[in-house]
């Protein structure tokens, strides 16, 4: 799954905000010092390798729904050798 990243950044705002009682000051800098840096890093060299990437940019439900298929789908696969 992939979303643009100020979408990534409004979602972790929120929740680490809402869930976790951080200050916005602190999810910007751990954005900025850390988890921007990771996903350039980790996540975003592995898309190449990707079979499928699901555009998250819009409702997260009906994302998810598709995502536990897709796993299903690959256990099957994979049990099935």
Known sequence: ???AADLRFLR?????LSERGRTMNSVI??????VRPMHK???EPTKTYADL???NNGDVKE????AQQVAS???QKKGAR
């Open 73 to 75: 789908q690959a256990l």
């Open 12 to 16: 972790r705002a929120q929740r680490d």
């Open 41 to 43: 890093v980790h996540i």
């Open 1 to 3: 799954m992939d979303a």
């Open 29 to 34: 800098e751990q954005y900025l010092g850390t």
């Open 53 to 55: 990437v699901v555009e």
């Open 63 to 66: 994302l998810l729904i598709i």
